[in-house]
């Protein structure tokens, strides 16, 4: 009992005891954390960046597949936050409904701009009107160094910025050239001196065959007018068919007119066609498929038909003359009269594998001719320039950063512009700026993916307002239709 007592009264004790203290102004528990601690060395305070961001070329209205550019000026401490440090800005897009709620449509990060020390982002507005709402996020992506250090515990999320903005429906800016339940693929595109627009396209699946579409006013309609097919090649469709108008104002398109050759054809009239000449590759030794089908195995990629400043004709093209048909080389023969052809010339690649590959040219109002090619798998487009149009030599290797497919050279409003299209379905554009080279490739256009069949689309030519005008392959209403869209003067940085 005494012992009870006792230990009743030091619990007493020890309650007011603290009761004092800490009316007092005390010990707390992190006092007596420091105690227990006492003489252990303290982990260091964690120390942050101080993010800010400051967001520029966001618009508060968009049209129906406008294009939306934003640069997001990224500092911490006042220093741009770049990706080789592990900084990474991203963007979620969410359609607002009228009742309020967000439904997410669309997740992306950005790319950091060496040059400007500024994050681009760049996507399509949406293909109908709605509400967005548009989130900014910037964040550590790395678990280690400068970046992870400084971003603390929250690392994914350093910086955060909300945004809204409508997107206005327009009249659809597509042209339907084919409409017809027959699949169809386009091949080719071209203006004419008189400002006329030619279309080469594909039709058909059992029995292919190449038709011609012509447009005179400015792609807003369009009427197809003859077929390149079995009827005028003898046994094979044109499938790769390029178009070419030469000075004499003659409408020619090159291509092959089967496994072994390729054809060079001359519009005659709206509706016919004649083959000038056929150029035979059945010797080579990658064409050993036997009697019926000699080339089945051959790889031979037409690229283009130029005419050079002394009246000569230029063909490139691509083709393994070796027993490995995956190696493509690329090759030009030149001719008088398109009948007779030169003996092929090898003027670059050391053997190029897959037939992803292709090979452009143009003739520069000074009468140079640029020749450009991409191997399968590369990030560079190589540039080669020639005095005649017989000897090259590399003018350039441009970087694109990721894979670049059907990539075209057009003189276009006084410049020479280089196009081609990569990231599924982003459209891309460089000129060749007063040093003579090629400017850093800007996003001019983001089609949806579905919209481009193949690797070869879109293709793009100039037209007669200075504005630029494309065709490509669209699935729409369970159809396979080649469409006709005029992208405006889609100058690099004019959006």
Request: proline share 2%.
């Given at each position: 009992?005494?012992?009870?007592?006792?230990?009743?009264?030091?619990?007493?004790?020890?309650?007011?005891?603290?009761?004092?203290?800490?009316?007092?102004?005390?010990?707390?528990?992190?006092?007596?954390?420091?105690?227990n601690n006492a003489g252990k060395e303290k982990p260091p305070a964690e120390v942050k960046y101080d993010v800010t961001g400051v967001v520029e070329?966001?618009?508060?209205?968009?049209?129906?597949?406008?294009?939306?550019?934003?640069?997001?000026?990224?500092?911490?401490?006042?220093?741009?936050?770049?990706?080789?440090?592990?900084?990474?800005?991203?963007?979620?897009?969410?359609?607002?409904?009228?009742?309020?709620?967000?439904?997410?449509?669309?997740?992306?990060?950005?790319?950091?701009?060496?040059?400007?020390?500024?994050?681009?982002?760049?996507?399509?507005?949406?293909?109908?009107?709605?509400?967005?709402?548009?989130?900014?996020?910037?964040?550590?992506?790395?678990?280690?160094?400068?970046?992870?250090?400084?971003?603390?515990?929250?690392?994914?999320?350093?910086?955060?910025?909300?945004?809204?903005?409508?997107?206005?429906?327009?009249?659809?800016?597509?042209?339907?050239?084919?409409?017809?339940?027959?699949?169809?693929?386009?091949?080719?595109?071209?203006?004419?001196?008189?400002?006329?627009?030619?279309?080469?396209?594909?039709?058909?699946?059992?029995?292919?065959?190449?038709?011609?579409?012509?447009?005179?006013?400015?792609?807003?309609?369009?009427?197809?007018?003859?077929?390149?097919?079995?009827?005028?090649?003898?046994?094979?469709?044109?499938?790769?068919?390029?178009?070419?108008?030469?000075?004499?104002?003659?409408?020619?398109?090159?291509?092959?007119?089967?496994?072994?050759?390729?054809?060079?054809?001359?519009?005659?009239?709206?509706?016919?066609?004649?083959?000038?000449?056929?150029?035979?590759?059945?010797?080579?030794?990658?064409?050993?498929?036997?009697?019926?089908?000699?080339?089945?195995?051959?790889?031979?990629?037409?690229?283009?038909?130029?005419?050079?400043?002394?009246?000569?004709?230029?063909?490139?093209?691509?083709?393994?003359?070796?027993?490995?048909?995956?190696?493509?080389?690329?090759?030009?023969?030149?001719?008088?009269?398109?009948?007779?052809?030169?003996?092929?010339?090898?003027?670059?690649?050391?053997?190029?594998?897959?037939?992803?590959?292709?090979?452009?040219?143009?003739?520069?109002?000074?009468?140079?001719?640029?020749?450009?090619?991409?191997?399968?798998?590369?990030?560079?487009?190589?540039?080669?320039?020639?005095?005649?149009?017989?000897?090259?030599?590399?003018?350039?290797?441009?970087?694109?950063?990721?894979?670049?497919?059907?990539?075209?050279?057009?003189?276009?409003?006084?410049?020479?512009?280089?196009?081609?299209?990569?990231?599924?379905?982003?459209?891309?554009?460089?000129?060749?700026?007063?040093?003579?080279?090629?400017?850093?490739?800007?996003?001019?256009?983001?089609?949806?993916?579905?919209?481009?069949?193949?690797?070869?689309?879109?293709?793009?030519?100039?037209?007669i307002d200075g504005t630029l005008g494309v065709i490509y392959t669209k699935k729409l209403n369970e159809q396979h239709d080649v469409f006709f869209?005029?992208?405006?003067?889609?100058?690099?940085?004019?959006?």
């Open positions: 009992m005494f012992s009870n007592v006792y230990t009743s009264m030091r619990l007493a004790y020890l309650g007011v005891a603290l009761s004092l203290l800490s009316a007092c102004g005390g010990s707390s528990n992190d006092d007596v954390d420091d105690i070329g966001l618009k508060a209205k968009y049209s129906t597949n406008e294009l939306v550019n934003i640069d997001v000026n990224l500092l911490g401490d006042d220093k741009p936050l770049s990706s080789k440090d592990g900084w990474l800005v991203k963007y979620k897009l969410y359609q607002i409904s009228s009742a309020g709620g967000e439904q997410l449509i669309d997740e992306r990060g950005g790319m950091f701009d060496q040059q400007t020390q500024r994050w681009k982002i760049s996507f399509s507005a949406s293909e109908s009107a709605m509400n967005v709402q548009l989130k900014l996020q910037a964040g550590c992506s790395v678990t280690s160094g400068l970046c992870a250090d400084k971003a603390g515990s929250n690392k994914d999320k350093q910086w955060e910025q909300t945004f809204e903005y409508s997107v206005n429906a327009v009249l659809d800016h597509r042209v339907n050239i084919t409409n017809t339940t027959e699949y169809s693929g386009a091949t080719s595109l071209i203006s004419l001196e008189n400002g006329d627009l030619v279309a080469l396209y594909n039709h058909g699946l059992s029995d292919t065959h190449s038709r011609v579409s012509i447009s005179s006013d400015n792609g807003q309609s369009w009427v197809q007018t003859s077929s390149l097919n079995v009827e005028t090649l003898g046994d094979f469709a044109i499938e790769t068919g390029k178009l070419f108008e030469d000075k004499s104002g003659n409408l020619l398109a090159v291509g092959n007119c089967n496994e072994s050759s390729l054809c060079i054809l001359k519009s005659d009239s709206e509706s016919l066609w004649s083959k000038i000449s056929e150029i035979d590759f059945s010797n080579y030794d990658s064409c050993d498929g036997g009697a019926d089908f000699p080339c089945s195995n051959a790889r031979l990629v037409p690229g283009s038909l130029i005419q050079l400043k002394n009246g000569k004709y230029m063909l490139s093209y691509l083709f393994a003359p070796g027993a490995n048909s995956a190696e493509l080389d690329v090759y030009i023969r030149i001719s008088d009269d398109l009948v007779n052809w030169s003996e092929e010339k090898r003027v670059a690649g050391n053997g190029f594998d897959r037939s992803e590959s292709n090979v452009n040219a143009i003739a520069l109002p000074d009468g140079r001719v640029l020749l450009s090619y991409t191997p399968f798998d590369s990030e560079l487009i190589t540039i080669l320039i020639s005095n005649d149009g017989e000897n090259f030599e590399t003018l350039q290797k441009l970087n694109t950063a990721s894979i670049p497919r059907s990539v075209s050279l057009i003189n276009h409003n006084g410049s020479t512009r280089l196009f081609y299209s990569a990231d599924y379905g982003n459209f891309y554009s460089s000129s060749l700026g007063e040093a003579e080279l090629f400017t850093k490739p800007q996003l001019i256009k983001e089609f949806d993916y579905s919209d481009i069949r193949t690797s070869d689309e879109p293709l793009v030519t100039d037209l869209e005029n992208l405006g003067a889609a100058r690099e940085g004019v959006h």
